[in-house]
DNA sequence: GCTTTCGGACCATCAATTTG
DNA sequence: AAATTGATGGTCCGAAAGCC
């Protein structure tokens, strides 16, 4: 082992190793080298490691320190590899006829060298890069394509197969894995261009120059900072040790990146913007997130397009499409939406994202990040589906890939054989493992399978026990136990994986409320409906301590993902039906303080504001008159006031009326409702709820007319 | 003349391999 | 187990190009 004594031969002296390790450190407990900064290094010029450095404080940009990028395993080619691949250069120069003194002599059996003319020799065609993105001409399209070119393109695909079936059958591959991968590679290269079927235009037909859409190199780090501050914590899909490395190299040199890694790179700089505050937006970018957002959209969707993302089982392209279509949520029907997502998961299933079994054929690092992403997608798919009123879901016990491991991104590396020992319990990755459990514990029980798999029996197929409804207490108390007990209130992540998981197991157990007892003569029962409410009032209180917090300023796009509308719905329900119950005044008062945490980022003029402050307002008229009767005074809430407030400011025509057409089965597609304020289905048809039979006309005859939106019934 | 870019010399680190 | 090897990661000098 080379010495880190001061005494290097032929070394600069910029270069000793007090630079890199302080004096007076003991080198058996030196620190980690000392890295220079992200500009620094890409600029090649020494960093004198200050926050900010002395270089980027002069060029007034900002300082980003770098991570040290995990080491590869190093590879040694195999003896046997070596001669193989001795042995295929020696083919090819025979095939083209050059004179070579060969290492080994070939015998008439060689398997190698098929004579030509054979079918299996290579057919040699000039000028065989058609297939080449960027070479493709307008006479080229398949469509178009000349009879000699169709032959050509025949001869090709009949080599590559009998090339497959040569090479596969040589190692340990089976028939099927062979004959599966020989079809694929010819359906590749029959079908050059299909991209078309979803983003719209052929994958060499950029509208505009993609490169021309990337932002300056030192805005790509900050954005990849901003993605690491307020996305990636949530979602840990990105490999941070080895993506930033690959980041530093790409945005040196655009022209040459893979379009897989085009497109992540889009992905991440549209998540980093989606995050960001308009103020916030402005302040760093000097534009608005309505000129960026769709510039870096524009950009992932071509390089998507690029790397042919729809047949591609490349896990950057699959990533690059998750976040891109998170990215695009707000501005998205649920309904479009969750089309699309249904492509990506089958994308997913194809890579074998969803089984443990092909999982264990990758690299521990792939595998894991691999796990992770399949759950980001059912996640985000099954919340989507909620939203779109989707009566299907793609959370089912029909697939096997396991929870996501807590541990750090530092714990794995690429060249890992072995899978990483599980960490304590706040890694990284907390905030996914937890609400990957959470829709795991979900995915078995009966009131899930009840609604969304009724022919699927989980203790059949997976050997697991269906979870009765008690087991939501087991289950919440072992989550808050084995994760949430050792969580710091005052860290971000810990804070949004506390009352994340909190308020959704409030949702959880309203909706197995709704199951167990739809139908039921105790669904009306006084103590089934106060349990009820103080499920739905749980979810206001989880939802409002994210809105607030400052912690979560960074996370808010995820928390505006979850707005939990069916607490609202239950809760009005209740209070229309028992407006002078003792729960009544707690849960006017806890609607009050979520609903001051939703008006500051709501609009007045929003049709689904519209539709929730119409739905409150009838419920206080109904407590008002109620009070009225007994005499008793009662304090109008801050909430009423202010809808009161605000409605004065509208116009009659764009606000009355609109809600009352909405309060009656109202025309709302979910492509007009902001996102902000998506409504939560919970995973519900609604109509076998009996929401309303039991509330209907309680204390007032006009509540007949009071129906849910369409989406809901 | 100042700044930026980047080829490449040099050093550090550490897994794989060899040696004793 | 220690020593050695060699692949890989990292720093930053200094020549050349770019810019004002």
């Given at each position: 082992?080379?010495?880190?004594?001061?005494?290097?031969?032929?070394?600069?002296?910029?270069?000793?190793?007090?630079?890199?390790?302080?004096?007076?450190?003991?080198?058996?407990?030196?620190?980690?080298?000392?890295?220079?900064?992200?500009?620094?290094?890409?600029?090649?010029?020494?960093?004198?490691?200050?926050?900010?450095?002395?270089?980027?404080?002069?060029?007034?940009?900002?300082?980003?320190?770098?991570?040290?990028?995990?080491?590869?395993?190093?590879?040694?080619?195999?003896?046997?590899?070596?001669?193989?691949?001795?042995?295929?250069?020696?083919?090819?120069?025979?095939?083209?006829?050059?004179?070579?003194?060969?290492?080994?002599?070939?015998?008439?059996?060689?398997?190698?060298?098929?004579?030509?003319?054979?079918?299996?020799?290579?057919?040699?065609?000039?000028?065989?890069?058609?297939?080449?993105?960027?070479?493709?001409?307008?006479?080229?399209?398949?469509?178009?394509?000349?009879?000699?070119?169709?032959?050509?393109?025949?001869?090709?695909?009949?080599?590559?197969?009998?090339?497959?079936?040569?090479?596969?059958?040589?190692?340990?591959?089976?028939?099927?894995?062979?004959?599966?991968?020989?079809?694929?590679?010819?359906?590749?290269?029959?079908?050059?261009?299909?991209?078309?079927?979803?983003?719209?235009?052929?994958?060499?037909?950029?509208?505009?120059?993609?490169?021309?859409?990337?932002?300056?190199?030192?805005?790509?780090?900050?954005?990849?900072?901003?993605?690491?501050?307020?996305?990636?914590?949530?979602?840990?899909?990105?490999?941070?040790?080895?993506?930033?490395?690959?980041?530093?190299?790409?945005?040196?040199?655009?022209?040459?990146?893979?379009?897989?890694?085009?497109?992540?790179?889009?992905?991440?700089?549209?998540?980093?913007?989606?995050?960001?505050?308009?103020?916030?937006?402005?302040?760093?970018?000097?534009?608005?997130?309505?000129?960026?957002?769709?510039?870096?959209?524009?950009?992932?969707?071509?390089?998507?397009?690029?790397?042919?993302?729809?047949?591609?089982?490349?896990?950057?392209?699959?990533?690059?499409?998750?976040?891109?279509?998170?990215?695009?949520?707000?501005?998205?029907?649920?309904?479009?939406?969750?089309?699309?997502?249904?492509?990506?998961?089958?994308?997913?299933?194809?890579?074998?994202?969803?089984?443990?079994?092909?999982?264990?054929?990758?690299?521990?690092?792939?595998?894991?990040?691999?796990?992770?992403?399949?759950?980001?997608?059912?996640?985000?798919?099954?919340?989507?589906?909620?939203?779109?009123?989707?009566?299907?879901?793609?959370?089912?016990?029909?697939?096997?890939?396991?929870?996501?491991?807590?541990?750090?991104?530092?714990?794995?590396?690429?060249?890992?054989?072995?899978?990483?020992?599980?960490?304590?319990?706040?890694?990284?990755?907390?905030?996914?493992?937890?609400?990957?459990?959470?829709?795991?514990?979900?995915?078995?029980?009966?009131?899930?399978?009840?609604?969304?798999?009724?022919?699927?029996?989980?203790?059949?197929?997976?050997?697991?026990?269906?979870?009765?409804?008690?087991?939501?207490?087991?289950?919440?108390?072992?989550?808050?136990?084995?994760?949430?007990?050792?969580?710091?209130?005052?860290?971000?992540?810990?804070?949004?994986?506390?009352?994340?998981?909190?308020?959704?197991?409030?949702?959880?157990?309203?909706?197995?409320?709704?199951?167990?007892?739809?139908?039921?003569?105790?669904?009306?029962?006084?103590?089934?409906?106060?349990?009820?409410?103080?499920?739905?009032?749980?979810?206001?209180?989880?939802?409002?301590?994210?809105?607030?917090?400052?912690?979560?300023?960074?996370?808010?796009?995820?928390?505006?993902?979850?707005?939990?509308?069916?607490?609202y719905i239950q809760i009005i329900q209740h209070l229309k039906w028992r407006p002078k119950s003792a729960q009544a005044t707690d849960a006017w008062k806890i609607m009050n303080d979520n609903y001051h945490a939703l008006i500051e980022v709501l609009s007045v003029t929003d049709s689904f504001f519209g539709l929730l402050t119409n739905m409150i307002l009838q419920a206080w008229e109904v407590r008002e008159s109620a009070y009225k009767q007994s005499g008793y005074p009662l304090e109008t809430p801050l909430l009423v006031s202010s809808i009161r407030q605000s409605r004065e400011l509208l116009i009659p025509e764009e606000c009355g009326n609109s809600i009352k057409q909405s309060g009656s089965a109202p025309e709302i597609g979910y492509s007009d409702v902001p996102a902000?304020?998506?409504?939560?289905?919970?995973?519900?048809?609604?109509?076998?709820?009996?929401?309303?039979?039991?509330?209907?006309?309680?204390?007032?005859?006009?509540?007949?007319?009071?129906?849910?939106?369409?989406?809901?019934?």
């Open positions: 082992m080379s010495s880190s004594s001061a005494s290097l031969p032929g070394g600069r002296p910029a270069l000793a190793p007090a630079t890199y390790f302080p004096p007076g450190e003991e080198i058996m407990l030196r620190p980690r080298r000392q890295l220079a900064c992200v500009r620094c290094q890409q600029r090649k010029v020494k960093c004198d490691h200050k926050d900010p450095c002395a270089t980027c404080a002069k060029a007034g940009v900002p300082c980003v320190a770098s991570n040290q990028v995990q080491r590869r395993r190093k590879r040694r080619l195999p003896e046997r590899e070596l001669l193989d691949r001795i042995r295929n250069y020696e083919d090819l120069l025979t095939q083209h006829n050059i004179k070579f003194e060969p290492l080994h002599p070939r015998g008439p059996e060689s398997s190698v060298s098929a004579p030509k003319g054979s079918p299996d020799s290579h057919v040699e065609e000039p000028c065989e890069s058609d297939d080449e993105p960027g070479t493709t001409t307008a006479s080229s399209h398949a469509g178009t394509s000349s009879p000699r070119r169709r032959v050509r393109a025949a001869k090709q695909m009949l080599h590559t197969m009998n090339q497959e079936f040569r090479d596969r059958t040589d190692g340990d591959s089976s028939d099927d894995e062979v004959r599966g991968v020989v079809f694929k590679r010819a359906w590749d290269q029959e079908i050059a261009d299909d991209a078309h079927l979803l983003f719209g235009f052929g994958w060499h037909q950029t509208i505009v120059d993609i490169h021309t859409l990337h932002p300056q190199p030192f805005q790509i780090f900050q954005l990849w900072q901003v993605y690491l501050d307020n996305v990636d914590p949530l979602l840990k899909i990105t490999h941070t040790h080895s993506l930033q490395k690959r980041l530093i190299a790409a945005a040196t040199n655009l022209m040459t990146i893979t379009p897989e890694l085009e497109a992540l790179m889009f992905g991440i700089y549209c998540m980093a913007i989606s995050s960001l505050t308009e103020n916030e937006c402005r302040a760093m970018f000097a534009s608005s997130k309505v000129d960026l957002l769709p510039r870096f959209q524009l950009g992932c969707q071509q390089a998507l397009l690029n790397s042919r993302f729809m047949r591609s089982t490349n896990r950057d392209c699959l990533t690059a499409l998750c976040l891109y279509l998170i990215s695009v949520r707000p501005t998205t029907a649920p309904q479009s939406l969750s089309s699309i997502l249904g492509t990506a998961i089958r994308i997913a299933q194809r890579m074998g994202l969803h089984s443990e079994a092909t999982l264990a054929k990758a690299s521990p690092l792939e595998a894991e990040m691999g796990r992770r992403l399949w759950w980001s997608l059912i996640l985000f798919d099954t919340r989507i589906g909620e939203m779109a009123d989707l009566h299907a879901t793609a959370l089912l016990p029909t697939w096997d890939c396991r929870v996501p491991l807590t541990i750090n991104d530092s714990d794995i590396r690429e060249e890992m054989k072995e899978s990483p020992q599980v960490q304590g319990k706040l890694t990284d990755v907390i905030f996914a493992v937890c609400r990957s459990e959470l829709a795991d514990f979900v995915r078995y029980t009966k009131f899930h399978l009840g609604f969304f798999g009724p022919g699927l029996r989980p203790s059949a197929t997976t050997g697991q026990e269906v979870p009765q409804g008690s087991e939501i207490d087991t289950f919440h108390k072992m989550m808050e136990e084995k994760y949430l007990k050792f969580c710091d209130p005052e860290n971000a992540i810990h804070f949004m994986t506390i009352w994340t998981t909190r308020g959704n197991i409030a949702k959880y157990r309203l909706v197995e409320h709704h199951f167990r007892y739809s139908g039921s003569s105790l669904h009306h029962a006084e103590t089934q409906r106060d349990a009820a409410l103080s499920y739905a009032l749980r979810m206001l209180e989880c939802n409002t301590k994210l809105m607030t917090s400052p912690l979560t300023k960074g996370f808010i796009w995820m928390v505006h993902c979850y707005f939990p509308f069916i607490a902000y304020y998506d409504i939560d289905m919970d995973h519900l048809d609604w109509s076998a709820m009996d929401w309303d039979l039991g509330y209907k006309g309680a204390n007032d005859p006009k509540h007949d007319e009071q129906q849910l939106p369409n989406a809901l019934q």
